[in-house]
Structure formats: structure tokens, C-alpha cells
């Protein structure tokens, strides 16, 4: 099953499988929906390259069909909807949500794809379904999710033109009439009737008017009757504008629109008032200013003493990370240590550890290489395919976990090794979580929900500032012995890690 929690404005994943091309009213999609839209009509959208389609699910429906015009590649999906019974416009959102679907084994010979009813036509359905409610057909369309006017309403209504029929055959020439009296030649044949007219083509499929649909739909009356029911509420009129602000000085007012010199005076009282509270405003203003200057100053003498304190606690971090690095060398030079790889950077990456390294981000639970489809920084050739949390892909302060499906044996006697660059020193936890039967993203899921409940060992760890790679070794000696999933996450803020490598050396 496929099943996704709109929440607000967001998608999130709650059930999900892989989903192939080429099938037919097969895939269908659920959808649980927070309080904020069960009131609502709502529509969703599928985009694939310029082709649009849409599922009307009405106010109480749920589910749709995945439309079966898609292809193999990425698919964006988000909802809308709309409350018809507000005063005011009220229109629902969602962020979009990409689809990948992937390519079938089909290769039948019937293979035509019977296409997915527009949005037009399913809001004839919803008509034909509502029609004793007594709305109008405008209303129930625009409850069924359509956007724009009443005439724009009206315009998309119209089918495309019928072929023109051909002309008929022109009628034979009427016979001459008798010679005239005197010798004067006979007065002309009357001219023959013309020829039948050719019928006229046949309508093109969407051809019919927009009444002619609806009396189809079970519209009874005559057509001036069926325009006036399309006719909605007045609008309201809107409160009247804030009064515009004064004009510019040394302008001299019209006295003729003063019965008095009192009037006058009045006026030119109000407009000297006027002068004074602008200028204290003004004054207010530049007061403002030079306090602002004052703490700009007072915030980069702070800056400056953070950045000082960031370096020397660099530089007494400086030897630590030397002394670990060395460390790292004289343990790998040694003959027999065993290495258990759980990711490597390359060009392979995404082959190696596609379907067995998994990430949790704000859209659910994703495959590495279906992540890395809709985030193309994260693992790309750029950066030789190292995990980046990078913040072109996650903005400021992303947080991504990575969760490892293979599970480890571990004793205490063994280290983590990491290889990584990062643009701050900061606290970080990686995470051991027990093995378990589970398999692809409901394994993922396992894992994530073992961390928020706090089942996981914890290794405390500390990302140390570097712009080029280096390697750090950290202890298990408090781990129990036992097969563990690792898993981590990494935040798109200063520090923006970039993996390179993560090993388990065997003591």
C-alpha cells in the first residue's frame, strides 16, 4: 500500500513500495488528512515532463488511482483544495512530493492506456452526482477545486469545433420559358430551385455546447434559464481605503473650498501639525538609525571575539587531531587489522549502497538512490559521491539521518573509523541499533523509531573542523557485543559535513 499524511502544507510518508510503469488502475494511493482539510475539496495533482493530470477526491474521499499516462522516471504529486462555505477565498497547498517510478517487464501487445478523464470531466461526474442540491453548476465546480472567474468558467466549458460539413451540390438550371408576344423574345426561365444543402460534419468529440452538456446531465429548462442559474452571489463591497497621506509642501490650498476664514486658518493649523509630527518622526527615525549603528558596532566587536576564541580552540585541537591521525596511520599499517566497510565514496557508491543505506528527511523515508534523484547534491559525481549535507539541496539547518540496513557484528574491542571534512567543530551522535527481521523501508523505519525512543547505543562523538579530509578513530569499548544497524545524521548548518568513508576495524 502507498500511504501519505498531509499534514498542513506537507506530505509525509507513511506506507510506501516500489511503483512500476505501464500499469492500469492497479496503484492506488491513500491519503490520511490532518483537521485542517477534511472540510476542504480536494484535488490531486501528478506532473510528469508538460503533461498534467488530476484526481477530484471531493470532501469525504481518500484514495485515487495513480493515473496510468505515467512513465518510468520522476513523478511530482500535491494537493489542493478549496472551502466553498468561507466568506473569504480559502485555498489549501501542499509542497510537492516526487513519485519515482521504474521501468515494467510489460511488453504486451495491447498496450493502449486509456486516458485519465480531465478535470472538466470529473467535475461533471461530481454534477451529475450533486445535482439536487440546488447549487449551480459554477458553485459546484468551484467547490470540485476549478480556479478563475465565472467566464473563464464558461470559455473552458467549450468543446473543440466539428470538422465543416461539405457544401451540397448546386441545383440544375430551370428551363427557358415561352417566346414573349409581338415577335419580343419570351421572358426567361425562372431560375431552378437550388440543390439540398450538404449536411453539416459531424461534431468533433468535445463539440457540443456548454448547455447541451448540461442538459445531458440532467439540466431541465430552456437555455436563457440555465445561463441564469450560472449566475453567482454579488461580492460584498470592500471597506473603503485608508486615507492617502498629505501632499508636499508649498502647495497653496483652494480657498474657494472654504465657506470661512476660519476654515482656512483650521486647514493651515492642521497642515503646520502635520510638518511637526513628520519631523519627529523623522528625528525618531534617525535616533533609530544611530542606535543601530551603536549594536552593528557592539556586534562586531562580538563576532571578533568568537571568531578569536574559534581559533585558538582550533589551534589547541590542532595537535589532538595530528596525534589521532597518526594514531589511525600506525593502527592500518599494522599486518592482519580486518576492515568492515559500511560506505565508500566512488563512482560505484550509488550501485554499492543504493537499496542498503536509507535516509529519514521531512518527506519520509527514502532509498539512497531515490534521495539522491530528488536532492542531486547529496551523493553526486561533484563531489566524487561522498554523503553532503549541503545546503543548496536542504537550505539552512536541513537534518538528514542516514540509516545503514546492513547489519555489523560488533565486540568491544573494535573501532569506528570516519572520513570526513567539515566546516565547524560541533557535537554529533552516531547510533547502534539492535538487528531486527524487518526488511527495506519498513527496516529503515525500525531504525528511526528505535533512536526516537531512545533504544539505541549512543556513541558520543565530535565533529572536528577541517576543509580537507581527515580520519577519526572512535572507541566501542562501551558497546555490548551484538549485530547493530549504524545510523547518524548530519545538519546543513556551519558545520555541513561531507563523508567520505565510514569502516569498523576489527581489533
Request: some cysteine.
Amino acid at each position: 500500500m502507498i500511504k501519505y499524511l498531509v499534514k498542513g502544507q506537507n506530505i509525509e510518508t507513511l506506507e510506501h513500495e516500489i511503483i512500476a510503469a505501464d500499469q492500469i488502475a492497479f496503484v492506488k494511493i491513500h491519503f490520511v488528512f490532518d483537521n485542517s482539510w477534511k472540510p476542504l475539496h480536494k484535488v490531486v495533482q501528478f506532473s510528469q515532463d508538460e503533461f498534467t493530470y488530476n484526481r477530484v477526491l471531493g470532501t469525504d474521499g481518500t484514495s485515487c488511482l495513480l493515473p496510468a499516462e505515467l512513465t518510468p522516471g520522476a513523478v511530482k504529486m500535491s494537493l489542493f483544495g478549496y472551502d466553498a462555505s468561507a466568506s473569504e477565498t480559502v485555498r489549501a497547498t501542499t509542497i510537492v512530493k516526487t513519485l519515482n517510478i521504474r521501468p515494467s517487464g510489460f511488453d504486451g501487445e495491447n498496450s493502449s492506456v486509456p486516458p485519465t478523464p480531465d478535470l472538466y470531466q470529473q467535475l461533471l461526474q461530481k454534477i451529475s452526482e450533486k445535482g439536487g442540491n440546488g447549487k449551480s453548476a459554477f458553485e459546484i465546480a468551484v467547490e470540485n477545486g476549478f480556479v478563475g472567474t465565472e467566464t473563464e468558467w464558461l470559455e473552458s466549458l467549450k468543446g473543440k469545433d466539428g470538422i465543416d460539413g461539405k457544401d451540397g451540390a448546386v441545383g440544375p438550371q430551370g428551363e427557358q420559358g415561352p417566346p414573349g408576344a409581338d415577335g419580343q423574345p419570351g421572358k426567361n426561365g425562372e431560375q431552378g430551385s437550388p440543390g439540398v444543402d450538404g449536411r453539416d460534419g459531424l461534431d468533433g468529440t468535445n463539440g457540443k455546447s456548454a448547455f447541451e452538456i448540461a442538459v445531458e446531465n440532467g439540466f431541465v429548462g430552456t437555455e436563457a434559464e440555465w445561463l441564469e442559474s450560472l449566475k453567482g452571489k454579488d461580492d460584498a463591497v470592500g471597506p473603503q481605503g485608508e486615507q492617502g497621506p498629505p501632499g508636499k509642501d508649498g502647495v497653496t490650498p483652494d480657498m474657494s473650498e472654504y465657506s470661512t476664514k476660519a476654515d482656512y486658518e483650521n486647514l493651515q493649523l492642521k497642515l503646520q501639525s502635520l510638518k511637526d509630527s513628520t519631523m519627529d518622526y523623522i528625528i525618531g527615525l534617525t535616533n533609530r538609525c544611530d542606535n543601530l549603528d551603536a549594536n552593528i558596532q557592539e556586534i562586531d566587536i562580538t563576532l571578533q571575539q568568537l571568531t578569536d576564541s574559534v581559533q585558538f580552540e582550533f589551534q589547541e585541537k590542532e595537535d589532538e587531531i595530528l596525534s589521532l591521525e597518526n594514531r589511525i596511520i600506525l593502527l592500518e599499517n599494522r599486518t592482519g587489522i580486518e576492515y568492515i566497510t559500511v560506505f565508500s565514496s566512488g563512482s560505484d557508491a550509488l550501485q554499492k549502497y543504493g537499496e542498503s543505506i536509507y535516509t529519514y528527511y521531512n518527506d519520509g523515508y527514502r532509498s539512497l538512490a531515490g534521495f539522491s534523484e530528488s536532492y542531486p547534491h547529496f551523493c553526486c559525481a561533484e563531489n566524487d559521491y561522498a554523503l553532503y549535507f549541503n545546503q543548496t539541496d536542504f537550505s539552512w539547518a536541513g537534518t538528514v539521518f542516514v540509516l545503514c540496513l546492513t547489519p555489523v557484528a560488533l565486540t568491544s574491542s573494535m573501532n569506528l573509523i570516519l572520513r570526513y571534512t567539515v566546516g565547524a567543530s560541533q557535537d554529533a551522535e552516531f547510533y547502534l541499533v539492535r538487528k531486527n527481521d524487518k526488511t527495506w523501508s519498513e527496516l529503515a523505519q525500525y531504525i528511526y523509531e528505535e533512536i526516537q525512543a531512545g533504544n539505541a547505543e549512543t556513541l558520543q562523538f565530535k565533529w572536528l573542523y577541517s576543509d580537507t579530509y581527515i580520519s577519526v578513530i572512535q572507541s566501542l569499548e562501551n558497546v555490548p557485543d551484538g549485530e547493530y544497524y549504524l545510523a547518524f545524521k548530519g545538519t546543513s548548518d556551519n558545520s555541513h559535513p561531507m563523508i567520505e568513508s565510514i569502516k569498523f576495524m576489527k581489533g
